[in-house]
């Protein structure tokens, strides 16, 4: 008989098992399925392989694809790759975090229960916000979350979302709004930028949100002061979906009135991994606090006054609320919202800073590589860790051709813009080095 | 032993500590007011720690300690399939060749990353009995959401607009009742019967020209398998509506009935409960959804094809829903599912469900003298007690389970489902030994005679936490959700 390392019972534990029940056969306890619908003989899957033989399958597997550290990246758009720490995968296969449910007894889930808190705490001060929850499945899902929130909060209809937003952002949110019956109007781009007599043109009595990327899809960073305005003109809520390692250098959301800052925690030591499970974050203003999708942790006291931490305003859950909850979330990425909290705490005050500060520099240093090679770089907009490039060919011949000297191009924006061919957005991170940008910046520069 | 005095990670910081080794910067740097005009610039630093490597490395192996997982001790969460996350399934996830992977690469750089992801549709779809599966959703949630607009767009198609009512039980998940509202549905409960199933009658009254879909967990959260299935699947579909199978215990029918076969039109499997995936403290998990056919027009984009030896991302879905999540779904998730199902096969996975349903009518037949059992028939992979009994003497089931922290367990899922009287739901799952059930079940059968002995000592529960029962009132009336630097 086929025997399985992850299935104790012996042949004499199930006989005295069965005897204990009062049946004298497995098949005893299966009797209340109607025989119609049984499925009888084996699964038409493959069969099990023993551990040296899987391996051998999930390496072949795993070594058909490219991965972005042997072959340098200049992809982004929403995914980075940047520098995790070893500690973070070490402190992650502690399997006291990775194999616990949700912490609902306390008492034994301090552990999980203090991470997320200090996890709050950090997108709290990363986006200037009051609070945050703890976590989301990513970012564009946390974004239509915050409309739905906005639309529950404010009673109006219209969600107002700019096209400099990530793409599949807007396509989430546009699949989440057909299900509460939101309209949702995109604003134009204008020069790789909201354009805001648009924003203005399109605002009105039943707009619920207001939704911009800083920095946006392009890279390039949104006049928030400005948009703010415009948002708050009436009673709808201010949403920034926002990089979170940008806020290193820039200013953050909380600081220009927005109400609710929402994005993705994967810079912070969440590998790629083909886009996910990644980390979404929601942060929002006080005043929001009740209005919250997700679980929130907070801080409270035992009999004895000693600190400790709980899930909390739990009123608002599906699973005390049913139909009247204000979201139907019931998980979040909690695994990779501490694997988040480690990479920051490594990275800490001054490395967020620093590290901000050189994805900047290196993306400022591809632009002028790829200028001097004779690449337009397509605006003169203040970026972050990315900007758009216009080329002679389509994006796919010339990733083909960087593909032929062991480099993964940028994104093609026609993609997800039709009037955007031959336009690339190029993503540079710390992790490249001068020597890939030189080489990326001159196998462009020889295409015609 | 674990200290009761816990900082936080922000208490440990001191001004110029560091934690990083970021990569020298080897360009000339330019002014950075050149680059990003002041008036964009952060003012104010964000308040992250500041501390050394082995700081952290202590503070989260002192969090770690504070924590319980399957990995501590016996966890027989009800409804959650507490199983063994093997390790083989997080060594295969960080290959560098899935780990390090950006969704938009060029499709012919990540062709095995789409045929481990074709493979597990193809592999889903047989274990359900289903025509399409998508890995697009990333949580139960999110799935049960997905199927329901899947149901949406269907009726919409067939100018079914009239169709806004979702059935669901009295027993089902919280979330079931919240994604029909998500979808844009009503909510409309039906009872069980006094033998914990769906009360045909009342079933019969509800369905009708406005039902849109009735969604069901089969066995259900009682751990009863829904003998009447066949019957309810035709008055949903003489009804014109669709039939939703939650997935959440499809531990117990691996390779024993399929949701295809009993009628079902769209189904959602947690991977993280049934497949070995970790739960992770609460996520990241994975939630794909199967159709029958007729649905198979509408799935969110893009699903994994193959067409000769060449694995593609399809796009082309003319009546798609749309997008439901960002880039392919929770790939990393799938891949530690994948590798388990390669690892049981499908001997292996029959086995699974029959020895999770050995194992939960052996703890509930030693534990019948003891407790109250509403229901009595043999269960499927998981039962509920009642603490009735024990109230009378003054012990809630609450207590009992913050009595059995004190033993190293985690305790049963409690007050769940809402339709029995101080209910503890037991899901053993099939990786747990025999020893280690009759361990628990010795511990259970010692707080009921506390119960009636000794009350105080379960009352007073837990005894040697690193905390005791924590102030929740105060938590919600004056929240503290962040820490903030005295």
């Known amino acids: 008989m086929q025997k399985f390392r992850y299935l104790p019972m012996t042949e004499k534990d199930e006989q005295d098992m069965l005897e204990t029940i009062g049946v004298d056969q497995l098949e005893d306890l299966f009797q209340d399925i109607p025989k119609e619908v049984r499925f009888n003989g084996d699964l038409n899957i493959e069969e099990a392989l023993d551990e040296t033989k899987l391996i051998k399958e999930m390496t072949r597997m795993a070594n058909k694809n490219h991965n972005v550290k042997d072959y340098p990246s200049f ?138 990327q800083y920095p946006n899809f392009f890279g390039q960073i949104e006049d928030l002061e400005a948009i703010e305005k415009i948002a708050h003109q009436g009673k709808s809520l201010f949403v920034v979906s926002s990089n979170p390692l940008s806020l290193g250098v820039l200013q953050p959301p909380g600081e220009y009135g927005a109400d609710v800052v929402v994005g993705d925690a994967q810079p912070f030591g969440i590998p790629t991994q083909l886009g996910g499970p990644h980390c979404g974050y929601f942060a929002v203003t006080k005043k929001l606090m009740r209005k919250v999708p997700g679980r929130l942790v907070g801080q409270t006291t035992d009999d004895h006054g000693q600190r400790g931490f709980v899930l ?47 994805n900047v520099q290196k993306a400022h240093y591809a632009k002028q590589q790829l200028k001097k090679h004779g690449v337009e770089v397509v605006s003169d907009h203040p970026t972050f860790n990315e900007f758009v490039i216009r080329l002679p060919r389509t994006v796919k011949e010339v990733n083909d051709k960087l593909l032929d000297h062991n480099i993964i191009g940028g994104l093609d924006l026609s993609r997800f813009y039709r009037d955007k061919e031959n336009l690339m957005l190029v993503a540079v991170t710390e992790l490249r080095t001068k020597e890939e940008i030189d080489q990326f910046a001159s196998v462009l520069g020889g295409v015609q | 032993m674990n200290e009761k005095n816990q900082s936080l990670i922000f208490e440990l910081s001191k001004e110029g500590r560091v934690g990083h080794s970021l990569p020298e910067i080897d360009i000339e740097e330019t002014a950075m007011d050149e680059l990003i005009p002041a008036k964009f610039q952060r003012t104010k630093s964000p308040e992250l720690p500041e501390v050394s490597e082995l700081q952290i490395v202590r503070h989260y192996t002192a969090l770690s300690k504070r924590n319980h997982g399957v990995d501590s001790g016996f966890y027989p969460l009800g409804s959650c399939t507490m199983k063994y996350n093997p390790k083989i399934n ?138 009447q299935i066949i019957e309810m699947a035709e008055i949903i579909h003489e009804a014109g509506g669709k039939l939703y199978y939650d997935g959440a215990n499809s531990n117990a029918i691996l390779g024993i009935t399929r949701p ?172 747990e030994s025999k020893e280690t059930l009759d361990e628990f079940c010795d511990a259970m059968i010692q707080i009921a005679k506390e119960a009636e002995e000794t009350p105080e000592v379960v009352q007073e529960a837990p005894h040697h936490t690193v905390i005791d029962r924590l102030d929740e009132t105060t938590a919600a009336r004056k929240p503290i959700l962040r820490y903030q630097k005295v």
């Open chain 1, 75 to 212: 992809l982004g758009a929403g995914v980075y790759e940047h520098y995790i720490p070893s500690v973070v995968n070490h402190m992650l296969l502690r399997s006291e975090f990775y194999t616990a449910y949700t912490p609902y007894q306390p008492e034994i889930s301090q552990g999980e229960l203090q991470g997320i808190f200090e996890f709050q705490t950090m997108i709290a001060e990363l986006t200037g916000m009051d609070l945050a929850n703890s976590s989301m499945y990513d970012g564009p899902t946390a974004l239509a979350e915050a409309a739905m929130m906005s639309a529950g909060q404010t009673k109006k209809k219209t969600i107002l979302v700019s096209k400099t937003v990530h793409p599949e952002a807007r396509q989430v949110l546009m699949t989440s709004a057909k299900g509460q019956n939101l309209r949702v109007i995109e604003i134009d781009e204008k020069d790789g930028m909201t354009d805001l007599s648009h924003l203005q043109a399109e605002y009105s009595d039943d707009t619920a949100s207001v939704i911009v």
């Open chain 1, 312 to 358: 909390t305003l739990q009123a608002r859950e599906q699973h005390i609320r049913r139909d009247k909850a204000t979201s139907n979330i019931c998980s979040n990425q909690a695994l990779n919202a501490l694997g988040a909290s480690i990479a920051m705490s490594a990275i800490g005050k001054h490395g967020l800073h620093e590290m901000a500060s050189q």
């Open chain 2, 90 to 227: 997080e060594d295969v996830a960080r290959y560098p060749g899935f780990a390090h992977l950006h969704p938009y690469q060029d499709e012919s750089t990540i062709q095995g990353a789409l045929e481990l992801m074709y493979k597990l549709q193809r592999t889903l779809e047989e274990i359900t009995g289903m025509d399409q599966v998508t890995l697009q959703p990333a949580a139960g949630a999110h799935g049960e959401w997905t199927g329901l607009m899947l149901i949406r767009a269907y009726h919409e198609a067939n100018g079914d607009t009239q169709r806004t009512k979702v059935i669901v039980p009295d027993s089902s998940h919280g979330t079931n009742p919240a994604s029909a509202i998500v979808a844009g549905f009503d909510a409309v409960t039906v009872k069980s019967n006094d033998q914990g199933l769906v009360d045909m009658d009342h079933l019969r009254e509800l369905a009708g020209d406005d039902t849109a879909a009735l969604m069901l967990t089969n066995p259900n959260t009682l751990g009863l398998f829904e003998e």
């Open chain 2, 260 to 431: 295809g076969d009993m009628g079902f039109d769209v189904v959602h499997l947690n991977l993280h409960k049934t497949f070995t995936t970790p739960h992770g403290g609460g996520g990241p998990g994975s939630g794909p959804v199967g159709v029958k056919h007729d649905l198979v027009p509408y799935l969110p984009v893009p699903l994994v094809v193959k067409k000769d030896e060449t694995y593609r991302l399809d796009y082309d879905v003319p009546e798609t829903i749309g997008r439901v999540k960002p880039y392919y779904g929770n790939f990393g998730i799938n891949v530690r599912a994948y590798t388990y199902i390669r690892t049981m096969g499908p001997v292996g996975l029959r086995k699974v469900s029959e020895y999770a349903v050995l194992n939960a009518n052996y703890m509930l037949r030693r534990l019948e003298p003891y407790f109250d059992t509403p229901y009595t028939q043999h269960c499927k992979h998981e039962f509920v007690l009642s603490g009735k009994r024990q109230k009378k003497l003054g012990v809630r089931t609450l207590d009992m389970a913050k009595r059995l922290l004190d033993f190293g367990y985690h305790p049963p899922t409690i007050y769940f489902p809402i339709n029995v009287e101080e209910c503890l739901m037991v899901e053993p799952t099939e990786t």
